[in-house]
């Protein structure tokens, strides 16, 4: 071989040995081993450079002299030369490079005779020379439910065929591990093991089958002549197809399988699991996609209930599977997030592939390495954001092949908007072959968006279920039709027989609008205002005949009961009297676990309608047969166009409904205004990096020069450029230039301390300070910095550990506090109940007792006393007494607050204990907090009794559903994770067989997780020191 294949041979050698790390590897090489577990592109198209060079400059060589390779086909067998060489070169390959079309591409003559491929498939009939995994995938597309096999890669036959080679091949890291509950053997069929290591087998599978594939050819009795240029068309002929053959194996096209390259048992996962049995057309074409085909960032837009999500899915598990990168969703909301956990941790476990939460305070950074398993990040935007930070400065951004943002018009949202466009700019930059996938109902202006992502896109109006828009005028309904001169177009006058004492409650005849579908069919009415949804759902409980209380009576008793054992005894005296008819109210002022069961009772049909806010349409997916809009506003703003076809779109349940309908009540007033919101073009999704006076602008340059990534105005200058911001300089900037931004931006922050020049001669790079690294690292507001620095100092001075009140007084968020206003008889009572050493605490921070006196008693205080302080100490009794009793209802009830907020506050609390202990985890100087706010942070996450923690960790297990679990026996995520869903299911009172296999999963996942977390740490205990070498 030539020195630069013998220079390849060696490093893959090292690679190979590198893969099976011992305890005793230097860290020098497992650091090259970690950079070349998924090496870019880049190192893909080295390889395929390096092969091609090699293979032209010694096809001589091999051709040279025939007769030592084909001069007797017995010799081939006994001649290691060519045969060594091709598996040299599959050595040199790294394993997820190897194309598994090859293995059926290449054989097309070939394999004629070999049995063990030609039994399955026909070489050349179903084997085109074309790409195969084009012409898989189409036919598989033509008829989604036929038969698996028949259009299986050969590769993948080969893999089923052979599950003894599959079992010898699957010998990877995960099998050294000492955990043996982490895959039950047991559990666990012949076909299942094949499908988990069908990665490891097809390592081997390219020179594998060239190998057999001449030796049959070579085996098999030739009619072929063996005259001089027989033998050299032979040898053309086998050289051109091995060469073929190298080629594709340097191209980054992997596929493992029919169902759009992925093995048939993720379709059988999707129908079983999902419940989906057949793509829709859209779906397929935009699997089908060249964008998608070759991994360009994608933007894909249709109406809500398109069918979004599964796109995502499959698309992930591609990227996971067949490519062996890690893939990051972003999804908005924490209950999505534990939704998608749930659903997706059984494909994990079928797969073999991480699924990890990154939602509130839950989430590694930066994440367990895996040991050679793959993970999917499901992530907030906030969380998605830290742990693009923790893999920047760890450099493992590039194992990232995937990103997908779900709702990518949230670019447009305030500060959160911002944080997902400062994680999109970091990752464009830095890992330029991360694909990103953004999707949205509502994308006004793709355009921009696209140019920021350098995407392509793909939109469809797609609805499984048509909508049809009504608005509601007096007593007169229309049909919405944009293409009308007037918009509406008259459909029917409605003609109740209300009495006056019911036109004068209900003059907007929503009584007689639900009752049109109720109780058989569902209903959702959106109504502007919390207290209007409560009052709207007694309002219609108050005129339902006695009817709807017999439907599903015994189902929305079970309801009750529910409700009642998650508040601990208490029910909600609304809920008490609207869910006997059927119907209850959904807003953030109901706890999570409430929320939770409402959803679930919707979905189930126990409940028939819902009365909600604005916040349900954008979160989980509740569909209804109709959908009514109280009225165009929401609060006191006039819907936006976004809004309103996020709430319309509720409509229509796919799958059981022909058609859905909504129908929006409106005034007389508004209604040129409702004319526009129907027929308008979507609100245009601005960048939100200026908001709050340019903090976004400030915060990226502060991690982007403490990630590394720039530390000069013009590198700066440069990373900027890649923002949605710069696409929309004019539009969003104004009078400035986002040139003369960011150079005042970098002024700003020299000004506050939080970076700095350096002083070292000759450099001049910009750098960050150490409160500006924790600031970042923490992820806090930079509004807010300096005031934690100041109270975590001070707090040191005196810090009170005789009770949690001082720790808990240090995290609890700032930006709360203008959310509530302290009732001062309840301030006095609290404060007089506190013990002396926690009455010294509060006095230290600035808040006597005598002020909360004079405040309760109604004296006005001259004292120049600081509000924030003396609200942040108010919600800071709120939470200890949350801590201490760990009832919700009744912390709600002492302190006239609602449920909802209080675990609003709870939630936010956890989330900022986790920034403050990040942020002094930089500082030396607050050395004792990192070991008092790491127990904080979990007491504050869960805040039920020790014992139910460990249960409730599993994503999605709420403290009712613990304690449930903990009662029938299933004390601890072992419990969980090794129990029988079936045994679960009948154990524990009202827990569906699907509920309790997505538990089950979920904890399976969780302990996989923790136990290579700690793996992970004793490899590092047992990794030789990097020097130790040079001593
Ligand atoms: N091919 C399919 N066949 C049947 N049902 C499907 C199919 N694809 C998706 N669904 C179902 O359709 C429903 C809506 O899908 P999904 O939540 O992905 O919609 P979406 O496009 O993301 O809408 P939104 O914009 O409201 O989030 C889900 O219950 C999903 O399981
Ligand atoms: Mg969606």
Request: neutral net charge.
């Amino acid at each position: 071989m030539s020195a630069e294949i013998k220079v390849k041979r060696q490093s893959s050698r090292k690679r190979s040995r590198d893969r099976r790390i011992s305890h005793l590897t230097p860290a020098r090489k497992r650091t090259s081993a970690s950079g070349r577990q998924c090496p870019d592109n880049t190192g893909q198209i080295e390889l395929s450079r390096a092969l091609d060079k090699s293979m032209d400059a010694k096809f001589s060589e091999y051709c040279s002299d025939p007769e030592d390779l084909f001069g007797d086909y017995d010799s081939i067998v006994s001649d290691s030369s060519f045969l060594a060489k091709l598996d040299r070169v599959g050595q040199n390959m790294r394993p997820h490079d190897i194309d598994h079309t090859t293995s059926s591409r290449c054989p097309v003559i070939l394999l004629a005779g070999n049995p063990d491929f030609t039994s399955l498939k026909s070489s050349t009939d179903n084997c085109p020379k074309q790409s195969c995994d084009d012409s898989m995938t189409e036919s598989f597309l033509e008829g989604f439910t036929d038969d698996a096999f028949l259009d299986m890669p050969s590769s993948q036959l080969a893999f089923l065929q052979d599950p003894q080679t599959a079992d010898r091949n699957c010998c990877t890291d995960e099998d050294k591990t000492s955990m043996p509950m982490r895959h039950p053997e047991k559990s666990v069929s012949t076909e299942e093991r094949n499908e988990r290591h069908i990665a490891p087998k097809a390592r081997k599978s390219v020179s594998d089958h060239l190998k057999r594939a001449m030796m049959a050819n070579a085996a098999t009795p030739s009619s072929v002549s063996r005259t001089a240029v027989q033998k050299e068309a032979v040898v053309t002929e086998e050289i051109s197809v091995a060469m073929q053959a190298m080629e594709s194996v340097s191209m980054a096209t992997t596929d493992l399988g029919p169902f759009f390259g992925l093995p048939t048992k993720v379709k059988e996962l999707i129908c079983n699991l999902k419940g989906i049995k057949d793509l829709y057309e859209w779906q397929k074409t935009c699997l089908n996609l060249d964008s998608v085909q070759q991994r360009r960032n994608l933007i894909y837009s249709l109406p809500t209930s398109g069918g979004k999500t599964l796109v995502a899915e499959i698309l992930i598990l591609k990227e996971i599977l067949c490519r062996k990168k890690d893939a990051l969703f972003i999804l908005p909301y924490v209950s999505l997030v534990q939704e998608k956990v749930r659903g997706l941790a059984s494909f994990g476990l079928e797969l073999d592939f991480m699924v990890e939460e990154y939602a509130g305070s839950k989430g590694r950074f930066p994440p367990v390495k895996g040991r050679g398993k793959r993970s999917l990040y499901i992530a907030t935007i906030e969380k998605a954001h830290g742990l693009v930070n923790s893999l920047i400065e760890t450099n493992r951004l590039d194992n990232v092949g995937l990103v997908v943002v779900d709702e990518l018009h949230m670019l447009g949202d305030g500060s959160r908007g911002a944080i997902i466009e400062m994680t999109l700019a970091k990752v464009l930059y830095i890992s330029k072959s991360t694909q990103i996938i953004g999707m949205s109902a509502t994308l006004g202006n793709l355009q921009d968006i696209q140019k920021f992502l350098k995407a392509e896109s793909y939109t469809n109006d797609f609805r499984p279920v048509e909508l049809k828009e009504y608005v509601k005028l007096k007593d007169s309904i229309y049909e919405v039709d944009p293409k009308e001169e007037e918009c509406f177009r008259f459909s029917r006058v409605l003609n109740f027989k209300y009495s006056s004492a019911m036109q004068k409650i209900d003059q907007d005849h929503i009584v007689a609008l639900v009752t049109e579908v109720i109780p058989s069919q569902s209903c959702l009415v959106f109504c502007p205002t919390k207290k209007n949804c409560e009052n709207v759902a007694g309002m219609i409980c108050k005129y339902l005949k006695e009817d709807f209380i017999q439907h599903k009576q015994a189902e929305k008793a079970v309801l009750l009961g529910e409700l009642r054992s998650s508040g601990n005894g208490s029910l909600c005296p609304v809920l008490k009297k609207t869910v006997p008819y059927g119907l209850a109210y959904h807003h953030s002022g109901l706890t999570s676990e409430e929320r939770k069961l409402v959803e679930e009772a919707y979905s189930a049909g126990v409940l028939c309608l819902l009365t909600c806010t604005s916040t349900l349409a954008a979160g989980i997916n509740l569909p209804a047969r109709r959908v009514i809009l109280r009225s165009p506003y929401v609060a006191a703003d006039f819907l936006k166009r976004s809004q309103y076809k996020q709430m319309v779109g509720r409509a229509g349940r796919a799958g059981i409904d022909t058609h859905g309908e909504s129908i929006l009540i409106l005034q007389d007033k508004d209604k040129v205004l409702v004319k526009k919101l129907v027929s308008a073009p979507m609100e245009i999704c601005k960048s939100n990096l200026m908001h709050s006076d340019g903090k976004g602008v400030l915060s990226l340059i502060l991690s982007v020069i403490g990630l590394n990534i720039t530390n000069s105005l013009e590198q700066i200058r440069d990373f900027m450029s890649g923002t949605l911001l710069s696409v929309q300089e004019k539009q969003v900037c104004l009078e400035r230039s986002l040139w003369e931004v960011t150079q005042e931006c970098v002024e700003l922050l020299k000004e506050k301390g939080l970076v700095t020049v350096s002083t070292e001669p000759q450099d001049g790079s910009l750098q960050v300070t150490k409160l500006g690294r924790a600031t970042y690292k923490g992820s806090v507001d930079l509004t807010y910095c300096d005031l934690l620095y100041r109270d975590l100092s001070k707090g040191l001075e005196s810090l009170m550990l005789n009770s949690f009140l001082h720790l808990i007084y240090l995290v609890t968020p700032y930006d709360m506090v203008s959310q509530c206003k302290p009732d001062w008889m309840v301030y006095f009572r609290q404060f007089t109940m506190l013990s002396a050493a926690e009455q010294k605490m509060c006095a230290a921070v600035g808040v006597s007792e005598s002020f909360v006196a004079r405040k309760a008693a109604g004296q006005n205080v001259k004292k120049n006393v600081d509000q924030v302080v003396v609200s942040r100490l108010y919600l800071a009794l709120v939470l200890q007494s949350l801590l201490k009793e760990t009832d919700l209802w009744s912390v709600a009830d002492r302190f006239q607050l609602s449920r909802g907020f209080i675990q609003t506050l709870l939630s936010s609390s956890s989330v900022f204990c986790s920034c403050v202990l990040h942020f002094t985890e930089e500082l030396e100087e607050f050395w004792p907090f990192k070991a008092l706010l790491t127990e904080l942070t979990r007491r504050l996450t869960y805040c039920v009794q020790a014992e139910l923690i460990p249960l409730m960790e599993v994503a999605g297990v709420m403290e009712r559903r613990a304690k449930q679990l903990y009662n029938a026996g299933y004390k601890t995520l072992a419990h969980l994770a090794n129990a029988d869903p079936n045994v679960l299911a009948k154990t524990v009172e009202n827990l569906f067989k699907k509920q309790a296999n997505q538990i089950v999963a979920s904890a399976k996942m969780l302990l996989n997780e923790k136990a290579d977390a700690l793996q992970e740490e004793m490899d590092d205990l047992l990794m030789m020191p990097l020097d130790l070498l040079s001593l």
